[in-house]
C-alpha cells in the first residue's frame, strides 16, 4: 500500500498562485500513476490533472489547462501540482490520489480506478 499526503494549500487573491504536493510512503512512488482531483461544497468531484508514472506523460481537465502543472519527483517520492492564476472558482478541498500501473505510460482521468487517497488540501481563492 501507499500513504498519501498533501500538503500546500491556503488562501490566496485572485490571479495568485500555490503549490500543492502530494508526500507518498508506503511503497516505491515510481510504481503509481497519480492524479490530483477536487471537490466544491455541493459540487461532485472533479478531474484536475494526472501524470504518468515516469512524468513523461500529463492530462488535464478542460478547466485548468494552461494554468496548472502536474509533475512528479520519484527520487522523492512526491507529486506536485502548480497552480497559476487562480479564479474564486477553483476553491476546492485538493486530493491526491495514486494508482499502480505496470504500463509506465498510463494516466487516469477517472477517479475509480484510484485506489489510494490523501486526506485532502483546502484552497481558497479571494475574489
Known amino acids: 500500500q501507499v500513504q498519501l499526503v498533501e500538503s500546500g494549500g491556503g488562501l490566496v487573491q485572485t490571479g495568485g498562485s500555490l503549490r500543492l504536493s502530494c508526500a507518498a510512503s508506503?511503497?516505491?512512488?515510481?510504481?503509481?500513476?497519480m492524479g490530483w482531483f477536487r471537490q466544491a461544497p455541493g459540487k461532485e468531484r472533479e478531474f484536475v490533472a494526472t501524470?504518468?508514472?515516469?512524468?513523461?506523460?500529463?492530462d488535464y481537465g478542460d478547466s485548468v489547462k494552461g494554468r496548472f502543472t502536474i509533475s512528479r519527483d520519484n527520487a522523492k517520492n512526491t507529486g506536485y501540482l502548480q497552480m497559476n492564476n487562480l479564479r474564486p472558482e477553483d476553491t476546492a478541498v485538493y486530493y491526491c490520489?495514486?494508482?499502480?500501473?505496470?504500463?509506465?505510460?498510463?494516466?487516469?482521468?477517472?477517479?475509480?480506478?484510484?485506489?489510494?487517497w490523501g486526506q485532502g488540501t483546502q484552497v481558497t481563492v479571494a475574489s
Open positions: 490520489a495514486a494508482d499502480w500501473t505496470s504500463t509506465i505510460w498510463a494516466t487516469g482521468r477517472d477517479a475509480g480506478p484510484y485506489n489510494y
Open positions: 508506503g511503497r516505491p512512488f515510481s510504481n503509481y500513476l
Open positions: 501524470i504518468s508514472r515516469s512524468g513523461g506523460r500529463t
